[in-house]
């Protein structure tokens, strides 16, 4: 099972700023937080990821907690177009070499209001 | 940008027949996935390959599914006799390399629909 909590639901106007929160508080120190998007009938997107400093791409920001027990995932003009479920996935090592699979939880469903 | 294939995007198939699922990921990635989602619910990992050998494996992935990379640029999914609970979305990802933290990249999957 997925080791992070995320909102269900969220709703943000358009052009405004969305903030998905996420918490990962077991996890580990090696361990990465990654985030993707699956817009319907598509394939998960990758976002960004992050360790435990604060990211920033053409897509979005990641800030941590110092703590690194949760972060929050920042879409800094939300357009239509970003309506999606919202990922946010603690990146694991398994035993098998070259693995790194990554486990899904239920994600935030964002929905961009005009 | 370079992006992860999959064909076809939809694959009607009656219960008992073999499938198999195309992907062509991005050509300079080494590392493969497949992954499912039943309508409704979470993304779920299937199977992991790398260097031609699978490196890790789900429940899910159980005797009736297989893998092979036949040639330098196609990875496949084969479901080797379908059940009816073989209905979903079938995702392919690959990457550089997981170990210095290269994402994965997902196509836009294959829909089996089973009958």
């Known amino acids: 099972d997925a080791k992070t909590t995320q909102p269900t639901s969220m709703d943000c106007a358009e052009g405004r700023a969305a903030n998905l929160p996420c918490n990962h508080s077991?996890?580990?120190?090696?361990?990465?937080v990654y985030w993707y998007r699956q817009i319907h009938s598509q394939g998960p997107q990758y976002i960004i990821h992050?360790?435990?400093n604060n990211e920033t791409n053409e897509m979005a920001s990641l800030i941590i907690t110092e703590d690194r027990k949760s972060s929050t995932l920042i879409l800094p003009h939300a357009t239509l177009r970003d309506t999606a479920v919202y990922y946010c996935?603690?990146?694991?090592?398994?035993?098998?070499?070259?693995?790194?699979?990554?486990?899904f939880g239920k994600g935030t469903k964002l929905s961009v209001i005009p | 940008e370079p992006e992860v294939t999959q064909t076809p995007s939809h694959q009607v198939t009656q219960m008992g027949q073999e499938v198999i699922l195309r992907c062509v990921p991005i050509?300079?990635?080494?590392?493969f996935y497949w992954y499912r989602q039943i309508l409704g619910q979470k993304v779920e990992f299937l199977v992991s390959?790398?260097?031609?050998?699978?490196?890790?494996k789900s429940e899910i992935f159980d005797d009736q599914f297989s893998v092979e990379r036949p040639d330098g640029s196609n990875f496949t999914l084969k479901i080797r006799s379908t059940k009816l609970e073989d209905s979903a979305m079938y995702f392919c990802?690959?990457?550089?390399?997981?170990?210095?933290?290269?994402?994965?990249?997902f196509g836009d999957g294959t829909r089996l629909s089973i009958l």
């Open positions: 990802a690959s990457t550089i390399d997981p170990g210095i933290n290269q994402p994965q990249h």
């Open positions: 077991t996890i580990s120190g090696n361990e990465y």
């Open positions: 992050g360790l435990k």
């Open positions: 996935i603690e990146r694991r090592r398994n035993s098998g070499a070259g693995s790194y699979q990554l486990t």
């Open positions: 050509s300079n990635h080494l590392y």
């Open positions: 390959f790398y260097n031609n050998e699978i490196s890790e």
